[in-house]
């Protein structure tokens, strides 16, 4: 989706669009510079007067360059917005091939009545290598104060044509003038893409063509004004794919004479290339190196589905994922194979070899992780994973991903869990598929409590994670040492003391996880003068509602649809009575988003508490923000009713 | 398929050498006891320092590691630092199954570089390191390496474990130093340890620990170094970055410092001369001229880290610093040091170990060390603490970033050891005077004045700047047991000269005291809620530390909605022990209103773990009573 050559976020340029000084370096005004706060935003800390970028070819003896200008001017108005003073660029310097510069880069300060420029001067610059492929340059500017206006350009000069990095709209600062101008050669074709919320100007900016070129060029000017910053808000799945960006994908390229190569337009062609890769599909089709032991592995096995499942806990067993994403292979499957070590795409890919060379209907899928965003707009780096699809019969598709030692088929990790995949068949031809469950993860808790005269609370609880909800438990728990994952469930449920606790079904993923433990609480039940107040869900009652915020703008992942049930059997101490029970309660969401039951009786000294808390989507959109704060508000305020005793 | 043969013979006789040697290694010789609360298990550190000249020491390590879970994975350090006087001469790592077999070899050209910024701007520090991912648990690692640096100025220290959920069966320090260096070491938390012990040798020591077990990670463990075993080493006669120096005493070591790295760096050019002395005026006062130059630094430059060469050490040239207006620690503090000859006000270079967590310097042990540079201003027989890389703390405040420890003073005369200042409890306060009103519909309203002091000042004046997105969650985290909150007025101040912040806030909520059943219950304390109880351990490992004190005083008038009458309220409280002092009361003024006070005084100390579990029972107590209710009933 984005970087690949060069890894910066911000780029932009110059050209005297509109004949108007104020969106060019060196015209810093003392208005500008008395200026005390953003008009617009009184809180911010600084920004952005103007950020211009502008993108053009040159042609050298059959090469491209391709050259990236930035200019930027931007307002310091407090001291957390010094952070703006250090800028710097990360760059892919191995080869020599792409050259990063700053120029013009100077801070404006008022002295008096008199406008005091300070330029930057060699000792402000650094140039670090990172490592063999990649290196930082970086700028520290001088005189930098409250009230300061600083500027600069970069230059990044590439040769690859083929990935152009992401141009952004909007910034953390409010930016009062951005704008692009891309300069393509009619050799080049590109496909440009306008994500976010932000409406932008494009137009056919009527400036002379550039001069000493041998080739004509259409031009487009990207532009906007007066932007707010961008906020994040929480509980989002992956906040940059709501930054308004424009993003530009290579479409075909006439890179000699007459010859036109075509370049991946549509997802189709974009999974065809990938597809038609040697460390792709290449790797799909090498079966040499497990022949023999997936031989003596499904040696006497007849059906199907236990050839998948044999297969999918071989790979998962003998594999071990080094932890990085990437849909080719990196050292190659047979390789990765003899090692047991292996990147996303080794342990998948060869997880489908070994299913079809099985007999098994199996094909890829490209997956873009949260991490990397939702997969927008065609082009080779929208994805950055791949998973393995069985083709069931009746359309139905068995997903699978062996990369996580306690993932079973059709549980794939909470990262690979983005909206949609592709999956490309054996000819090429690819489908959309939908990688969101629509399954509802089950939860189900039993407690047996009772409550003793002093206040203290002693009971047994039985908690069974199902589906995802195992898996995320398996996951993170169960590879924390023992007494570490203690601590953490006593955080969790604070003031809670837990003791014999075990667990079962550690490594049988085929049954749900099952917590078991006693435990005693001091901090739940109260004794205010004669009568004794409690919430019947006892440490379960959520206190917070995860949903402050007033307003939202994106949408809420829940990552998974879930199934809560709680069941208490609460006992009463001796010489008290109930005095008064909550009223049972049943909370429900518009369109089915999601539901509370609350149901509580009284049997002999025993209270009976039933709760089901059910969430019926992966993800819903923002428009149901209000719907779904308010709902958790009264759920949580049931769950925090008391029950009230008193003595007999 | 005669290419294939070659490899396949050596790769068997190397093999078959490799089982002979290295059968030490498997998992099974592990005492049982080791690996109790482990993740990893070192079998073997062995560092072997050789000083050979003051220019030159060579430093060799072998360590072998069980690692047993994935856990363990940090306890593995396949990296070496380097850079121009820091030459890595050999590194190599072997990987081992549990059974002793050698299933892997990383040899030096399959390190990786990089460089280690770390949010400086630049640094020329580098390190090579290697990726392992492992293939099976558990497995066991050897790496070797040897390092030859001209900076003896640094001798590592001994921590046969150095840190928490690992154990060591055996940990091996040598070190050797010609005898005209003046080689010296001094042990911490080693007395009568039986299983650690030292040989001593003419110009060198040897040191030995065997079956250590492991340390386990808990809340309010006081800083690692002052339980664990340790040993500081160090040369009188050392090499800096090119620099030979000698110091047989703080004193000796700060004239090293002042006339080898800082003397010559203080020139102000005769602009910027003019312009403070016209700032000072004819100010006599050495007090306020240095709150008018800190005012003046703190208004020109801001902080940025630079990490080049001498730089560790050696600050940039103040003139440089007022030419570009930034610097990092070192920088900014000689600068001011700088101004503040001008306007003769004497100042002192000071160096510190910057840190919540507070660390010392040695009293009674030289060597280079602290991590963070503040200026010391004496005035009237008062040293003033300055910190010069924040643009906001007041003249003189010192947070707790490098409150109440052992500093190096640098005179012109020498060094001298100085302790900074300490907040005492009572200087950490939080005044908080407001009030509350409960409708019939449960729901609050009320506005509070809250004012800080001290340490909680420090963690609360840098929201002045916070947007007001920024500031809604915080508040909204503060009274997190508040359901529903909105904040309707957040009014702050900053009083520098004071050294006190206020925060001014009015709040609403619906349903704090949703009324069910007839009655309304609500927790009294509606402002101030400590609900944290420090976390449990089945068994306490470690002694805990309550590194600084603090003071609290809430006073709230309460206003109950009319037609209720009070069913049951909270007792009035008063805890007093070794950790504070905690006391509520709730007076009924009349019918409708009522009067909350709450005074919280937590005391700093270090303890055994044995008075861990009281620590916890006298939070768990207080925790309990800032949730107290109080019970109202709707008159029939």
């Known amino acids: ?648 | 398929m005669k290419k294939l043969l070659l490899p396949l013979v050596i790769l068997l006789l190397f093999a078959e050498v490799t089982i002979a040697q290295d059968i030490e290694y498997t998992v099974a010789n592990i005492p049982a006891e080791l690996k109790e609360n482990a993740n990893a298990v070192v079998r073997l550190d062995q560092k072997d320092i050789v000083i050979a000249s003051r220019k030159s020491m060579v430093i060799t390590t072998k360590s072998i590691v069980t690692v047993l879970n994935e856990n363990g994975l940090q306890h593995m350090d396949l990296s070496e630092y380097f850079s121009a006087r820091n030459r890595i001469k050999s590194i190599e790592v072997q990987i081992y199954n549990s059974f002793g077999k050698e299933i892997k070899k990383i040899k030096r050209k399959d390190f990786k570089e990089n460089s280690v910024s770390e949010g400086s701007i630049i640094t020329d520090n580098k390190l090579l390191y290697c990726d392992y991912t492992p293939t099976e648990y558990p497995f066991t690692v050897v790496f070797q390496s040897e390092i030859e640096t001209s900076n003896t100025a640094f001798i590592p220290s001994w921590y046969p474990i150095h840190g928490f959920s690992v154990s060591v069966e055996k940990a091996i320090m040598n070190v050797q130093a010609p005898a005209d260096l003046g080689f010296k070491y001094k042990e911490f938390n080693m007395l009568n340890n039986p299983a650690i012990s030292k040989q001593e040798k003419a110009g060198g020591v040897s040191f030995t620990a065997t079956n250590l077990v492991a340390y386990k990670q808990e809340d309010y463990s006081p800083s690692f170094n002052s339980y664990a075993p340790n040993v500081i080493m160090g040369l009188d006669a050392f090499n800096y970055e090119g620099l030979d120096g000698k110091a047989t005493n703080w004193k000796e070591f700060g004239g090293w410092v002042y006339s080898n790295l800082l003397k010559g760096t203080d020139e102000i050019p005769q602009e910027t001369q003019a312009k403070i002395k016209a700032l000072v005026g004819d100010e006599k006062d050495p007090l306020k001229k240095a709150r008018i130059i800190y005012k003046y630094v703190q208004d020109k430059t801001r902080y940025v880290s630079i990490q080049l060469g001498i730089g560790g050490w050696k600050p940039m040239m103040a003139k440089d610093v007022d030419r570009l207006g930034y610097g990092d620690c070192k920088a900014l503090t000689n600068y001011t040091r700088a101004l503040l000859e001008v306007v003769n006000v004497p100042s002192y270079y000071t160096v510190i170990y910057g840190n919540p967590q507070k660390r010392d310097f040695n009293q009674d042990f030289v060597s280079m060390e602290g991590n963070h540079a503040i200026l010391a201003v004496p005035v009237d027989n008062k040293m003033y603490w300055l910190e010069c890389t924040s643009q906001k703390m007041p003249f003189g405040f010192q947070g707790d970033f490098t409150d109440n420890r052992f500093a190096l003073v640098i005179k012109p005369e020498g060094g001298e050891i100085i302790k900074t200042q300490e907040y005492q409890p009572q200087d950490n306060t939080q005044i908080s005077k407001g009030k509350y009103v409960i409708d019939e519909q449960g729901n609050i309203a009320g506005s509070i004045l809250i004012k800080s002091k001290g340490t909680q000042y420090d963690s609360k004046f840098d929201y002045e700047d916070k947007s007001s997105d920024n500031l809604t969650k915080i508040y909204k985290s503060y009274f997190n047991n508040i359901n529903n909150l909105k904040l309707k007025k957040i009014n702050l101040q900053n009083n520098k000269e004071e050294v006190e912040f206020s925060e001014d806030i009015t709040i609403e909520a619906s349903e704090y005291a949703k009324p069910t059943g007839g009655r309304m219950i609500f927790a009294i304390n509606a402002y101030n809620q400590i609900s944290g109880v420090p976390q449990r351990y089945r068994q306490r490992n470690n002694p805990f530390e309550i590194i600084r004190g603090f003071y609290d005083y809430d006073e709230i008038i309460i206003d109950l909605p009319k037609g209720v009458t009070i069913e049951a309220k909270p007792e009035n409280v008063e805890l007093k022990g070794a950790f504070g002092e905690y006391k509520t009361e709730l007076a009924v003024i009349n019918e409708n209103q009522l009067l909350y006070k709450r005074t919280y005084k937590t005391n700093p100390g270090y303890y055994d773990k044995k008075e861990y579990e009281n620590f916890r029972k006298f939070r768990e107590q207080i925790a309990k009573n800032d949730n107290a209710k109080i019970v109202l009933v709707k008159n029939q």
């Open chain 1, 1 to 648: 989706m984005k970087k690949s050559f060069l890894i910066i976020s911000i780029f932009l340029f110059a050209v005297c669009a509109f004949g108007q000084k104020k969106y060019e370096l060196g015209n810093v005004t003392i208005d500008e510079l008395k200026e005390k706060v953003h008009p617009n935003d009184t809180t911010a800390v600084a920004a952005i007067l103007f950020k211009k970028g502008k993108t053009y070819f040159d042609l050298d003896f059959l090469n491209w360059t391709i050259t990236t200008e930035v200019e930027l001017k931007i307002k310091i108005y407090k001291k957390e917005g010094y952070v703006f003073a250090d800028q710097q660029i990360q760059y892919y310097s191995g080869g020599n091939q792409v050259e990063v510069d700053y120029d013009n880069v100077a801070t404006y300060n008022l002295v008096g009545d008199k406008i005091e420029k300070t330029k930057l001067k060699k000792d402000g610059k650094f140039t670090e290598e990172v490592n063999g492929s990649y290196s930082n340059k970086k700028i520290t500017l001088p005189k930098v104060k409250e009230g300061s206006i600083i500027e600069y350009k970069y230059t990044i000069k590439t040769p690859n044509f083929i990935t152009f990095d992401d141009w952004y709209f909007q910034y953390p600062i409010p930016a009062n003038h951005v704008e692009y101008l891309v300069a393509m050669p009619d050799f080049f074709s590109y496909n440009t893409y306008i994500k976010g919320n932000l409406t932008i100007d494009k137009t056919i900016p009527d400036i002379p063509a550039r001069k000493g070129k041998s080739f004509s060029e259409k031009r487009r000017l990207y532009s906007v004004d007066n932007v707010k910053a961008f906020k994040a808000e929480a509980y989002v799945n992956n906040i940059e794919n709501y930054i308004p960006t424009l993003q530009m994908v290579l479409a075909s390229a006439n890179i000699s004479e007459g010859v036109v190569k075509s370049y991946s337009t549509d997802w189709a062609s974009v999974a065809k290339n990938i597809y038609d890769a040697e460390s792709f599909g290449g790797e799909i089709k090498s079966t040499s190196y497990f022949q023999k032991d997936l031989d003596l592995l499904l040696q006497n096995v007849t059906s199907n589905d236990m050839k998948v499942n044999m297969i999918f806990n071989y790979v998962q067993a003998k594999m071990n994922w080094d932890r990085t994403n990437g849909y080719f292979s990196h050292v190659g499957v047979s390789k990765a194979y003899a090692e047991k070590v292996g990147n996303v795409a080794e342990i998948n890919l060869m997880l489908i070899a070994m299913l079809r060379y099985a007999g098994i209907e199996t094909n890829p899928v490209l997956v873009s992780t949260r991490s990397n965003g939702i997969a927008l707009f065609p082009n080779p780096s929208a994805y950055n994973y791949v998973i393995a699809a069985v083709e069931l019969v009746n359309d139905q598709l068995l997903l699978l991903d062996a990369t996580t030692k306690s993932a079973v088929p059709n549980i794939l990790p909470v990262e690979a869990l983005n909206w949609k995949g592709r999956m490309i068949r054996k000819d090429g031809t690819s489908i959309e598929v939908d990688l969101m469950p629509k399954m509802s993860s089950k939860e189900i808790t039993n407690v047996m409590a009772s409550i003793e005269a002093d206040g203290k609370i002693i009971g047994k609880t039985r908690q069974q994670y199902y589906d995802y909800n195992g898996y995320v438990f398996r996951e993170h728990f169960l590879t924390l040492p023992k007494d570490k994952y203690l601590e953490e469930i006593e955080k969790m449920y604070k003031g809670i003391e837990i003791e014999e606790y075990s667990t079962a079904n550690d490594i049988d993923l085929s049954k749900p996880l099952i917590e078991n433990y006693n435990f005693t609480h001091n901090n739940i039940v109260e004794n205010i003068g004669s009568k004794v107040y409690f919430s019947p869900m006892l440490y379960y009652a959520r206190t917070e509602n995860p949903f402050k915020d007033e307003e939202r703008e994106f949408p809420i992942d829940f990552n998974y649809p879930h199934h809560d049930k709680h069941f208490f059997t609460i006992s009463i101490p001796d010489g008290y009575e109930i005095e008064s029970l909550p009223a049972p309660i049943a909370l429900s969401m518009e369109e089915n988003i999601g539901s509370f039951k609350y149901n509580i009786s009284q049997a002999g000294r025993q209270i009976q508490l039933t709760t089901v808390f059910e969430i019926n989507y992966s993800n819903v959109s923002p428009e149901f923000y209000d719907t779904i704060r308010d709902f958790y508000k009264k759920m949580i305020e049931k769950q925090n009713e008391k029950v009230v005793l008193k003595k007999v």
